[in-house]
C-alpha cells in the first residue's frame, strides 16, 4: 500500500522567496514519484517526476525536487517565487511498472504569492 | 494537439438526481482514468479503461456510479441517484500506453460536481 502525505495545506511566501513544498511518502515498493500543479480552471500537469534515477530531479518552470530515500521526502522547491506560480501542488506516488500502477495523491498544497 | 476534454465544467444537480459527466480523450490514447477529489481531500483513482474495457474498477465507490467508453473513444460516468457526498471535482486523465512514466498522463480541467 502507498500513501502520501503533504505538510501545509496552505503556503505563502513573498515574491521573490524561497518556495517550499513538502511531501512524504509510504510505499512498500521502490516508487515513483511526481509533482503535478494545477492552475485555476485548468487541469492537473506534470512538474517532475522521479523514478529511480538521478535522486534530484528538475521540472518546468524553474522546479526541482530531492529524493531522499532515509527520509521518504520528495520535497519540491524553487529558488525564487514568481507571482505565476500561485496555484495547487499534488504530490503523487505509484509502484513501478509491471505492479500497481495508479495514482496515490496527497491532499494538495495551495501556494500564494504575495507582492 | 487537442488536450483532454470534459464536460460539463460545472454541474449542480438536486440529491436522488441524475448527472452523467463526460470525458474526451487525446485522440489514439487508449488509456483512459477517471479520478476524483472530494472537498478537502485526495485526488482518487476511480477507475481505468483499456479502449472500450474496464481494467480495473477497484476506487468505483458503489453502484451508483456507472462508467462507459462504447466505441473505445469518449467515456461517460454517471451518478444516479446523486448524493450529497459525491459532490467533488471528478477528473478524467488518458495515456498513449499504460506506462504512465513512459507516456505520462495528461488531465483534463475536471467537472465540478455540486449535489444539494
Known amino acids: 500500500a502507498q500513501s502520501v502525505t503533504q505538510l501545509g495545506s496552505h503556503v505563502s511566501v513573498s515574491e521573490g522567496a524561497l518556495v517550499l513544498l513538502r511531501c512524504n511518502y509510504s510505499s512498500s515498493v521502490p516508487p515513483y514519484l511526481f509533482w503535478y500543479v494545477q492552475y485555476p480552471n485548468q487541469g492537473l500537469q506534470l512538474l517532475l517526476k522521479?523514478?529511480?534515477?538521478?535522486?534530484l530531479v528538475k521540472g518546468i518552470n524553474g522546479f526541482e525536487a530531492e529524493f531522499k530515500k532515509s527520509e521518504t521526502s520528495f520535497h519540491l522547491t524553487k529558488p525564487s517565487a514568481h507571482m505565476s506560480d500561485a496555484a495547487e501542488y499534488f504530490c503523487?506516488?505509484?509502484?513501478?511498472?509491471?505492479?500497481?500502477?495508479?495514482?496515490?495523491f496527497g491532499k494538495g498544497t495551495l501556494l500564494t504569492v504575495n507582492p | 494537439e487537442a488536450g483532454v476534454t470534459q464536460f460539463p465544467s460545472h454541474s449542480v444537480i438536486e440529491k436522488g438526481q441524475t448527472v452523467t459527466l463526460r470525458c474526451d480523450p487525446i485522440?489514439?490514447?487508449?488509456?483512459l482514468y477517471w479520478y476524483r477529489r472530494v472537498m478537502g481531500k485526495e485526488i482518487k483513482f476511480l477507475l481505468h479503461f483499456v479502449k472500450e474495457s474496464k481494467q480495473d474498477e477497484s476506487g468505483m465507490p458503489n453502484n451508483r456510479f456507472l462508467a462507459e467508453r462504447t466505441g473505445g473513444t469518449y467515456s461517460t460516468l454517471k451518478v444516479q441517484p446523486a448524493e450529497l457526498e459525491d459532490s467533488g471535482v471528478y477528473f478524467c486523465?488518458?495515456?498513449?500506453?499504460?506506462?504512465?512514466?513512459?507516456?505520462?498522463?495528461?488531465f483534463g480541467s475536471g467537472t465540478r460536481l455540486t449535489v444539494v
Open positions: 486523465a488518458s495515456s498513449q500506453g499504460h506506462d504512465r512514466v513512459k507516456y505520462g498522463y495528461t
Open positions: 522521479y523514478t529511480s534515477a538521478a535522486t
Open positions: 485522440s489514439g490514447h487508449d488509456n
Open positions: 503523487a506516488v505509484s509502484a513501478p511498472p509491471g505492479s500497481n500502477y495508479k495514482l496515490t
